[in-house]
């Protein structure tokens, strides 16, 4: 998963922020509003997050289904999440991703705070799910094509066990996909060059950033940092540049 360092007293919505962009133009970040409807990517249907009738007990939310203009078409109880996305499947389906953050002041996309996400295929004709599994932690969902749903995880540096007589070794960061025909059995597609993030940081206090820009048979990976910039009037701002690219092209299925 994307690692995220936690102090003791600080903020604990720390970490590089996310971006996920879609072909329309349509951006999740951390600053979406917490009741903003979601389009779904390539149709006219949107998702929308409503707390459950008994939300005090369970804490839960419903996921609704909607029209473009914004009338019901199906609820799903307790399964929705205030960070939900969605695109056009075959044969006139939709794929939802609906992601449970543990970010408090943000509605989610930031680095190590993905607890898991749900992954349903819906037909809207009915409301009928047809496929529908949970995902573990940090595995951040990007996009599907057919039966293949493609995911984004951050990997891990060598750490050191029992003073040092045993280590792990570094687990690159990865885009891989899971067949809804054989979910268990991850595809690995692409290994970065990195395990966490990549060392671009100009400033110890540095903020980063990861934009995912997906595209047709392709996901271009962007990692941005702040510089220190001086502006017109003299002092210096904080500017988000865009350090390192990867072009990633998708095994897609017809």
Known sequence: ???AVLLAGCNPDSGALIEIIYPSGYTRTPYIPWDEVTPVEGTDYQLQAQKSTNYNESHTYDLRLL???GSLLHEFPGIGQRAMRGEAAENGTIWICSEWWSTVHHNGYLDGQLTKSLILQVRPEDGAVLFQEE?????LY???????CY???AGEAEQSHWFG???TPVRSAQIYYRDAQNWEDP???YTFDYADQPDIAAYSDSQLKARFYLGENQVRAAWEST???????????SVFSEKIAYEIPLETTS
Do not use: C, I, P
């Not at 995902?135 to 595995?139: A, I, L, N, R, S």
């Not at 990007?142 to 293949?148: A, H, I, K, Q, Y």
């Not at 510089?227 to 002092?235: H, I, M, N, S, W």
């Open 227 to 237: 510089d220190r910039v001086l502006t017109e009037a003299g002092k210096y701002q």
């Open 67 to 69: 029209n473009g203009d």
């Open 1 to 3: 998963m994307l690692t």
């Open 135 to 139: 995902t573990g932690q940090g595995e």
């Open 151 to 153: 995911f984004y995880r």
């Open 142 to 148: 990007l996009t599907s094509s057919g039966t293949r």
């Open 187 to 189: 595809q690995t597609v």
């Open 165 to 167: 007589l045993v280590k």
